[in-house]
C-alpha cells in the first residue's frame, strides 16, 4: 500500500467459496421474455420492473440451496436487463450528446430511455456493439469526450443491493471498474478521433468513492470491481495501464468510507498487474487460474486471492483433485485463499435439470453454472474441513473424468488417421488472379453487387412449424414443404427487390451452429442451455464432445432446390470451423488445433457435394474469427496459425470458378488483418455499419486485393436506415476500397428482424447502390 493509502477499518474475511457472476436471463429465458415485451408495448415498466425483481429474488433463493452463504457476501448480485457496460454508462451519467433528451430532472435515465440508448431509435444510432474479451459476449462501447460530465446517476446498482438485504441475503454487488471501462470505450463524436477516454481517468475516479460511500452507508460489506482488462494486451502502452492501475486502485483503497475492494481479473493472467494490485493493498484480488497463472516465485503473503479454479468459461466437470492441487500451490506462496470460478457463470447456461435426453454418461461429464456453483462449494469445504469431508464428491468426479476418457468417440481411428492423410496442398487455391477470371466469367456480376449474409427473419410460423416437427406434431412432408414454401418467398422477395445475389434463407434452421451439430457426429445439443449473447438475445450452444464426422450432406437439398427457382446465383451457406468452436462448448482434452481441422475436414465434403449439385457460390461463416483471439499478444500467433488453415483447409478444394465467401461481425478488424487476408476468401463481408466503416481504412493500409463486402446497414438495431445513410456509408466505403472489389450488404444475417424492417432497409440498400453506381 502506497504511504498516502489510509485503510478503512479491517474489512470482514472473504468468503471461503464464491462465483464471479450467475447468469443474467432466468432458467426459461424470463428476463428476455420480460423486456421484449416490453419493447413491444405490450407491458409497463413496472411489469418489467416487477418481472426483474422476481427473477432476482429467485436466482437469491437458489444459489441460498446450492450452498452459498446468504449473510457473508458469497452471493454475487450481477443483475444486468441488457448490459452490464451500459449499466456503468447509465451509473456514471456517459450518456452520449443524442440521447441528451432522455435524462430526468437528476441525470438519470428510464428503462424506456435505457434500451433507446441500446437499440437506437429514428437517426439516433444505438451505442457501438463488439465482443467482450474472448468470449462471445457481446458489450455496448461507451462513448465518451470532454463533453461527458460524470456524476452518479443512478442508484440502481445500490437499491438492488438493498432489495437483497432486506429479503435477508448480504450479497456482494459487482461493478465494472473504472480502467475496463475506460479503455473499452470509445471516443465520442464531438471529441474527435484521437481522444483518449482513459484521460479522464482523474474525472471519474471521485464517482466510484461517491458510489462505494452509498454502497457502505446501505451496509455492503465487499464490493467486486471487475477489471479483465488489466489481463489483455489492448491498445495502450502497458507501463500506462499499470500506472493508471495503481492510481485509481490507490485512490479507492484510500476512500475511508466504503466496503472492502475485491479486484477481480478473469480470463487470463494478471501477471506484472498483480504487484500493482497487491502494493495498492486492496483487500482481495480474483486470479483466473483455468486460462492464467500466477509466477511461482511471487510472495502474496498477506494477500487474499480468490482463486478462480473451477471453469466458468466452459462445462465439463470439474477434476477437483486437479483444483485443489492449484489451490494449495497459491496458498504455498503466502496467500490467504478463497476459491470460486474463472468467470462470471453468466457464459454458461443455468442447469443440468432438464436435459435428461443428453444421456447419462454425457450427463456426468457436464457442469452447468448450478453445477459449478455446488463444485465451488465442494472445494471450499474441502479446504476448510480436508478431503475427507467430500470424499463421495471427490470420488464422482474423478470416476466422470476417467469414464470420459475411456469413450470410444473421443478417439476415433478413421478421424485420427483422415487427418493424417493431409498435406501442404490441402491448404492452398490458385492464385486469385485465376480465379477471379473464372469467375467472372461465370457470373458476370455488376460493380457493388449486392447480396444478404444469408438468413431471413424466422417468423413465428417458422418457429411453431419446427416446434410441431420436433414434437412429432407434423409430418416429414408437411415440415420439409412449410420450409420450401418459405425458401420459395424469400427468393421471389429477393427478386421482385433486385438482389444479384442470393440466398436461401435458412428457414429450416434453428441455429447457425446447433444446425450443423445436429447434423454432424461427435456433438449433442441441449434442450435449455440458454446463454446470453447480447441484449434479449440468447444462444444455445452445441457440446462438441467427441471426434467430428459427417455422415451425410447437410444443406446440399435445401440450396439445390432454392436454385432450380431462380436464374440468379444461389449462395450455399455453411458456417467455419473456427466458428463452429467459438459456438460451442468445446471438449477440452486436445488442442482446440487438432478439433478445428476435424470439422474443416467434414467442411472440405459438404463444399465439394454443394459443387456437384451446381452451387458456384458458398459463404462459410467465420463471425467469430478475431472472438477466440488470446488476449495475450505472444499467444495470438499460434492461434491465427491453427484458426486460420484450419478455413483453408475447408475451403481449399473448391474449384477455381467457385467463388467463396466468409462473413466476419463485431471484431477489431485491424488486429487481425492479416488473418483476414490469409483466409484466401473470394469475397469478404464484415460488419461495418455501426462503427461507420472505421474498419476500412486498415484494409485499404493493407493492401487487400480481393472483394470486400463492408455492411451498410446495421441489423442489430430495430431502426431502418434511410437511404441517405447507406449512400454515405457506402461513399466511406467506395474511399477506401476499389468499385470493382466493394459489395454491397447488410451487417450481418437478417433472422432476429422483422419483415417489415426488412423489406425496408433492403429497399434503401438497393436505392443507394443504385445512386452511387449512377454517381
Not at 469475397?683 to 451498410?712: C, D, F, W
Amino acid at each position: 500500500m502506497s504511504d498516502s493509502a489510509v485503510a478503512p477499518s479491517a474489512p470482514t474475511a472473504f468468503p471461503g467459496g464464491t462465483i464471479l457472476g450467475y447468469p443474467r436471463i432466468g432458467r426459461m429465458r424470463e428476463l428476455k421474455k420480460a423486456i421484449e415485451s416490453f419493447w413491444k408495448g405490450a407491458t409497463t415498466a413496472e411489469d418489467l420492473e416487477s418481472a426483474a425483481a422476481a427473477l432476482r429474488a429467485a436466482n437469491l433463493e437458489r444459489l441460498a440451496a446450492l450452498g452459498l452463504a446468504k449473510d457473508n457476501a458469497s452471493i454475487p448480485s450481477n443483475f444486468s436487463f441488457y448490459d452490464h457496460v451500459l449499466d456503468a454508462a447509465v451509473t456514471f451519467g456517459a450518456i452520449p450528446t443524442r440521447f441528451a433528451g432522455l435524462r430526468g430532472a437528476d441525470g438519470s435515465v428510464d428503462l424506456a430511455g435505457y434500451s433507446t440508448i441500446a437499440r437506437g431509435k429514428g437517426d439516433d444510432a444505438p451505442l457501438e456493439m463488439t465482443k467482450w474479451f474472448d468470449s462471445n459476449y457481446h458489450y455496448l462501447v461507451p462513448e465518451i469526450g470532454p463533453e461527458t460530465a460524470f456524476a452518479l446517476s443512478s442508484t440502481r446498482w445500490v437499491d438492488e443491493f438493498v432489495e437483497a438485504k432486506n429479503a435477508g441475503y448480504l450479497t456482494r454487488p459487482v461493478i465494472t471498474g473504472p480502467l475496463t471501462f475506460l479503455y473499452l470505450a470509445k471516443a465520442s463524436d464531438e471529441a474527435g478521433d484521437d481522444y483518449r477516454p482513459i484521460d479522464r481517468l482523474d474525472d471519474l475516479l471521485p464517482v466510484y468513492v461517491e458510489l462505494l460511500a452509498a454502497f457502505k452507508a446501505a451496509g455492503a460489506t465487499w464490493v467486486q470491481i471487475d477489471e479483465p482488462v488489466l489481463v489483455a494486451d489492448i491498445d495502450a502502452d502497458r507501463a500506462e495501464v499499470l500506472a493508471n492501475a495503481a492510481k485509481a486502485y490507490e485512490a479507492l483503497v484510500a476512500a475511508t468510507d466504503r466496503p472492502a475492494l475485491f479486484v477481480a481479473a478473469p480470463y487470463n493472467s494478471l501477471g506484472d498487474a498483480l504487484p500493482v494490485l497487491k502494493d495498492a493493498g486492496v483487500d482481495a484480488i480474483g486470479i483466473d487460474l483455468i486460462r492464467g497463472s500466477i509466477p511461482g516465485d511471487v510472495d502474496l503473503t498477506g494477500v487474499t486471492v480468490v482463486a478462480g479454479i473451477v471453469d466458468g468459461h466452459n462445462i465439463w466437470r470439474t477434476d477437483l483433485d486437479a483444483a485443489l492441487r492449484k489451490a494449495d500451490a497459491v496458498a504455498a506462496l503466502g496467500a490467504t485463499v478463497a476459491v470460486s470460478s474463472s468467470t462470471s457463470l453468466f457464459h454458461v447456461p443455468h442447469t443440468l435439470a432438464g436435459e435428461e435426453r443428453l444421456g447419462e454418461e454425457l450427463l456426468s461429464w457436464l457442469a452447468f453454472a448450478d453445477e459449478k456453483v455446488a463444485e465451488v462449494v465442494t472445494l471450499a469445504t474441502a479446504r476448510a474441513e480436508g478431503d475427507e469431508a467430500v470424499a463421495d464428491a471427490l470420488a464422482a468426479a474423478r470416476d466422470a473424468l476417467a469414464a470420459r476418457a475411456a469413450h470410444p468417440g473421443t478417439n476415433r481411428a478413421e478421424v485420427r488417421d483422415a487427418l493424417a492423410a493431409v498435406t501442404p496442398a490441402d491448404f492452398d487455391r490458385a492464385p486469385y488472379a485465376i480465379r477471379a477470371a473464372a469467375q467472372d466469367a461465370r457470373y458476370g456480376l455488376p460493380e457493388l453487387a449486392t447480396t444478404t449474409i444469408g438468413s431471413f427473419p424466422q417468423t413465428p410460423q417458422i418457429r411453431k412449424a419446427r416446434a410441431a416437427w420436433a414434437k412429432g406434431n407434423l409430418s416429414d412432408a408437411d415440415y420439409e414443404q412449410a420450409m420450401k414454401d418459405e425458401i420459395a418467398s424469400v427468393v421471389k422477395l429477393q427478386e421482385d427487390l433486385g438482389l444479384d445475389v442470393l440466398v436461401h434463407g435458412e428457414a429450416e434452421r434453428n441455429d447457425m451452429v446447433q444446425y450443423f451439430a445436429e447434423l454432424l457426429d461427435g456433438f449433442d445439443v441441449t434442450v435449455n442451455g440458454w446463454v446470453q449473447s447480447y441484449g434479449s438475445r440468447c444462444t444455445r450452444p452445441s457440446i462438441l464432445w467427441g471426434d467430428v464426422t459427417r455422415p451425410e450432406a447437410m444443406t446440399v437439398r435445401w440450396a439445390e432446390f432454392a436454385q432450380s427457382l431462380t436464374a440468379k446465383p444461389m449462395k450455399g451457406m455453411l458456417t467455419g470451423p473456427v466458428t463452429i468452436l467459438a459456438w460451442s462448448f468445446v471438449r477440452d482434452d486436445q488442442p482446440l488445433g487438432v478439433t478445428a481441422n476435424q470439422v474443416a475436414l467434414a467442411l472440405r465434403e459438404e463444399i465439394a457435394d454443394l459443387e456437384a449439385a451446381g452451387i458456384g457460390i458458398i459463404q462459410v461463416d467465420e463471425p467469430a474469427l478475431r472472438e477466440l483471439l488470446p488476449l495475450k499478444k505472444a499467444d495470438q500467433a499460434a492461434y491465427l496459425d491453427w484458426s486460420v488453415n484450419s478455413f483453408r483447409l475447408a475451403t481449399s478444394g473448391a474449384k477455381d470458378d467457385t467463388q467463396l465467401h466468409t462473413h466476419l461481425c463485431y471484431s477489431e478488424f485491424g488486429e487481425i488483418i492479416d488473418a483476414i487476408d490469409g483466409l484466401n476468401a473470394d469475397v469478404t463481408s464484415i460488419e461495418a455499419a455501426r462503427s461507420r466503416m472505421e474498419v476500412l481504412p486498415a484494409i485499404k493500409n493493407h493492401g487487400y486485393e480481393r472483394q470486400i463486402g463492408p455492411g451498410v446497414w446495421d441489423i442489430h438495431s430495430p431502426r431502418v436506415p434511410s437511404t441517405e445513410e447507406v449512400t454515405e456509408l457506402l461513399a466511406l466505403a467506395k474511399a477506401s476500397v476499389p468499385g470493382k472489389q466493394l459489395w454491397v450488404n447488410p451487417d450481418c444475417g437478417l433472422k432476429t428482424r422483422g419483415y417489415d424492417e426488412t423489406i425496408a432497409s433492403l429497399q434503401h440498400m438497393l436505392a443507394a447502390t443504385e445512386a452511387v453506381r449512377s454517381a
